[in-house]
């Protein structure tokens, strides 16, 4: 069955490192996402992507995040200047449409110290 | 303001013990409901999907439900592989993001 993979699975970085997290969607997903869920509270939403640009982001996305589908299997989510309040689970989904289910990825557990 | 709470916080059971698991939502115009079942240090892993009131989706022992403000997710005789926090997460009509509640943590003994 096909799934949403993610690298790496842990990350530590020192603050104010830029750090990138690869996510491959399922392969006929048209819609990708990023997730994040600090230790012991909800996942939370980031950025949806779709047709190459950015559909919505949430108020935590700011300018220290972007994303970018590289190629054709590929979706990265980059923090240019890292902070301690990021150290969190950071998971990618995707959906074969807007309005379907989203498949997460197992996760990219991110450290920063 | 757009929220999910799910109740209880924590279940403890026996194994064969059935008991249901609720979440509330207070979204304007929902698109979808989505129950995930979520293991230590992994990502949600999708169990249902729900879009409208009456709705009711099964997979072995697990059962969930749909109205007009909240859902169940039934589990019946469940045994220690049940053991997850089960997420409800729902989609509003004019967003692409799912708003996750903060889970059910689901216990269940031998």
């Known amino acids: 069955e096909p799934e949403v993979t993610q690298t790496p699975s842990h990350q530590v970085t020192q603050m104010g490192q830029e750090v990138i997290l690869r996510c491959v969607p399922i392969?006929?997903?048209?819609?990708f996402y990023w997730y994040r869920q600090i230790l012991g509270q909800k996942v939370e939403f980031l950025v949806s992507?779709?047709?190459?640009?950015?559909?919505?982001k949430s108020e935590i996305f700011d300018d220290q995040f972007s994303v970018e589908r590289p190629d054709g299997s590929n979706f990265t989510l980059k923090i240019r200047s890292t902070k301690l309040e990021d150290s969190a689970m950071y998971f990618c989904?995707?959906?074969?449409?807007?309005?379907?289910?989203?498949?997460f990825g197992p996760g990219t557990r991110l450290l920063v110290l | 303001e757009d929220q999910v709470t799910q109740s209880p916080e924590a279940l403890r059971l026996q194994e064969g013990e059935s008991s249901s698991l609720n979440c509330s939502y207070t979204?304007?115009?929902?698109?979808?409901l989505f129950w995930y079942r979520q293991d230590p240090g992994k990502g949600p892993e999708f169990l249902f999907t729900?879009?409208?009131a009456g709705e009711e989706k099964e997979k072995e022992r697990l059962k969930a439900t749909l109205t007009k403000k909240e859902s169940f997710l039934h589990i019946t005789a469940p045994k220690p592989e049940d053991s997850a926090t089960y997420l409800c997460?729902?989609?509003?009509?004019?967003?692409?993001?799912?708003?996750f509640g903060p889970g059910t943590s689901l216990s269940v003994i031998p």
């Open positions: 989904a995707s959906s074969r449409d807007r309005t379907e289910t989203q498949y």
């Open positions: 992507f779709y047709n190459n640009e950015i559909s919505e």
């Open positions: 729900l879009y409208s």
């Open positions: 392969s006929n997903h048209l819609y």
């Open positions: 997460a729902v989609m509003k009509t004019s967003y692409d993001k799912v708003i």
């Open positions: 979204v304007s115009g929902l698109r979808g």
